[in-house]
């Protein structure tokens, strides 16, 4: 596939530009326990099917999401996210790549961990001012896999054209959310056959943040 023209690149965080030291095993277990002693998720539920936001937004989708609810569920996660990102490091090349790429192309983040916890994460690691917009949970209606948060960067950096976006992520949510929302996506260290095993397409794949560089320059030549 043949892409031009771009202007704008989103980022996922976790595992894309920072080593997250979250359990996102560990938090989907504690919300599931709690959906269940909750009695709005029965036993047995399918839960290995499921990320953590994907099992949110099947509670979304049935009505059973009070907004007392949400707020004890996002508790349980801020909790894992907030022992996750002590000491959370930057992916290798993660700095050198957004030193090179800022003022080239406009930057976001979109992610499912909370404003607060994103931002505290990546000032930690000196990296929070190469970015022009950093969207967390708190500002998507729901969470990736669905489109929501990359809408969000389309509407609010407006000045760069619908079809002048591409992102970066390293899991098959961040894909299915890039593609729903009519972005390119390029797949960091995943194996492309699990990408498409969860009908995800990228355009590309990279091993290192540093390869992300000559493909971008690739696509201007319209290689």
């Keep these: 596939m043949r892409v031009s023209g771009i202007r704008g690149i989103i980022f996922d965080m976790d595992n894309t530009l920072l080593q997250s030291r979250i359990d996102f095993?560990?938090?989907?277990?504690?919300?599931?326990?709690?959906?269940?002693?909750?009695?709005?998720?029965?036993?047995?539920?399918?839960?290995?099917?499921?990320?953590t936001a994907t099992l949110i937004e099947h509670i979304r989708q049935t009505g059973k999401l009070t907004g007392s609810?949400?707020?004890?569920?996002?508790?349980?996660?801020?909790?894992?996210?907030?022992?996750?990102?002590?000491?959370?490091?930057?992916e290798p090349g993660a700095g050198e790549l957004l030193a090179a790429l800022h003022r080239?192309?406009?930057?976001?983040?979109?992610?499912?961990?909370?404003?607060?916890?994103?931002?505290?994460?990546?000032?930690?690691?000196?990296?929070?001012?190469?970015?022009?917009?950093?969207?967390g949970r708190e500002q998507m209606t729901s969470m990736?896999?669905?489109?929501?948060g990359f809408l969000v960067v389309k509407e609010r950096l407006h000045t760069i054209?619908?079809?002048?976006?591409?992102?970066?992520?390293?899991?098959?949510?961040?894909?299915?959310?890039?593609?729903?929302?009519?972005?390119?996506?390029?797949?960091?260290?995943t194996p492309l056959d699990i990408m498409h095993e969860r009908g995800v397409r990228p355009i590309g794949r990279v091993d290192k943040l540093s390869e992300l560089i000559p493909l971008l320059d690739g696509m201007k030549e319209g290689t």
């Excluded at 095993?25 to 399918?46: H, Q, T």
């Excluded at 983040?109 to 990546?122: E, G, K, P, W």
């Design 25 to 51: 095993g560990m938090m989907k277990a504690g919300i599931y326990r709690y959906l269940v002693r909750s009695a709005v998720l029965e036993e047995g539920f399918p839960v290995e099917e499921h990320t």
């Design 161 to 189: 054209g619908a079809d002048q976006w591409l992102s970066v992520g390293d899991a098959w949510i961040d894909g299915k959310a890039s593609a729903d929302a009519g972005i390119p996506f390029i797949s960091y260290r």
């Design 69 to 90: 609810l949400y707020e004890a569920v996002m508790k349980i996660a801020a909790e894992h996210e907030v022992r996750g990102m002590e000491g959370a490091g930057l």
């Design 144 to 148: 990736k896999p669905t489109p929501a």
């Design 104 to 135: 080239r192309y406009c930057l976001a983040v979109v992610t499912n961990n909370s404003i607060a916890a994103a931002r505290t994460a990546l000032e930690r690691t000196g990296i929070v001012h190469y970015f022009d917009l950093i969207v």
